[in-house]
């Protein structure tokens, strides 16, 4: 499962405890789990509480610069 954040506007813990969930659940079904595009100011919430360890993050596709 590859999250596109592209849209994504704030992020606070209720948007964390939500990622937290399906990577969790992901985890529970044996599948993939990544975030795409991710917005700078997550980004750097996600490094702050040392998430960007947990999740695969990856850069944003073409679609979505």
Excluded: E, K
């Amino acid at each position: 499962m590859l999250l596109d954040l592209s849209d994504l506007d704030f992020c606070d813990s209720s948007g964390i405890t939500a990622l937290l969930a399906a990577h969790r659940l992901a985890q529970i079904a044996a599948a993939d789990f990544a975030l795409t595009a991710v917005p700078p100011r997550t980004l750097r919430l996600l490094a702050v509480v040392g998430l960007d360890r947990v999740f695969t993050i990856h850069p944003p596709t073409a679609a979505h610069p």
